[in-house]
């Protein structure tokens, strides 16, 4: 068996120990992701509160799409069923 220097050589023992490893780096990054998920979410449900209560209180759609930096034109096609079902 040759190796160059540093290296480890590739026995059933290393890499087992390399296959366990990944797999608890991607364990850790699937619950990282469900986590971001629900506060991705939770984001959302805050910003689409605040635009309906933007626009329940008569903000314009202009006013919409500057806090969110969108076009007044995507702020409407996002927002304006859920304005409309708020109201």
Not at 7 to 21: G, H, K, N, R
Not at 63 to 77: D, E, N, Y
């Amino acid at each position: 068996m040759t190796f160059i220097k540093g290296t480890i050589p590739d026995t059933p023992e290393t890499l087992a120990a390399a296959a366990l490893a990944e797999s608890e780096d991607t364990e850790w990054h699937v619950v990282s992701s469900d986590d971001e998920m629900v506060e991705l979410r939770q984001a959302q449900q805050r910003l689409d509160e605040s635009v309906a209560a933007a626009r329940a209180a008569g903000r314009p759609w202009e006013s919409v799409a500057v806090a969110t930096g969108m076009t007044r034109q995507g702020a409407t096609k996002r927002w304006s069923q859920l304005t409309r079902s708020a109201s």
